[in-house]
């Protein structure tokens, strides 16, 4: 079974562990217009993202990421689909999404911080100030 592996915003680089898992997969990266519309990252964001995604991904596409995708593995002949674990609430909306469709490995990240339950992370400078001391 050919397994093809997504690459996103929070994991999107030649050391993501789906890709690692994965190595000889194909990789895809979508830059999600629907997003990009509500979020209105500044120009900066959207390059560093692209630049990310040159190295990393085979293939770029733009449109919605579930229906990108799926699309995707279609002309790829790709059966299965790997994708590193995040965070996000967006990222589990689509990944819900996605396994109505397609099946979907989902490989644990390997995260640089535990971050304590209960503990929002929403903005940075407030978590920093209360836990970055312990790694400085």
């Given at each position: 079974m050919k397994t093809g592996v997504w690459l996103h915003g929070d994991s999107l680089s030649k050391r993501d562990p789906?890709?690692?898992?994965?190595?000889?997969?194909?990789?895809?990266?979508?830059?999600?217009?629907?997003f990009l519309e509500q979020a209105r990252l500044s120009f900066k964001r959207i390059?560093?993202?692209?630049?990310?995604?040159?190295?990393?991904?085979?293939?770029?596409?733009?449109?919605e990421t579930v229906?990108?995708?799926v699309e995707w593995m279609k002309a790829q002949g790709v059966e299965r689909l790997?994708?590193?674990?995040?965070?996000?609430?967006r990222w589990r909306e689509g990944l819900v999404r996605l396994r109505e469709k397609v099946e979907v490995e989902v490989?644990?990240?390997?995260?640089?911080?535990?971050?304590?339950?209960?503990y929002s992370v929403k903005r940075f400078t407030p978590f920093w100030k209360d836990l970055g001391r312990e790694w400085v």
């Open positions: 789906a890709l690692q898992k994965y190595p000889t997969a194909p990789t895809v990266f979508v830059f999600d217009r629907p390059f560093f993202l692209y630049e990310c995604a040159v190295e990393a991904a085979e293939e770029m596409r733009v449109g229906e990108e995708i790997a994708v590193t674990e995040s965070p996000s609430p490989v644990p990240a390997e995260w640089m911080v535990v971050v304590p339950n209960g």
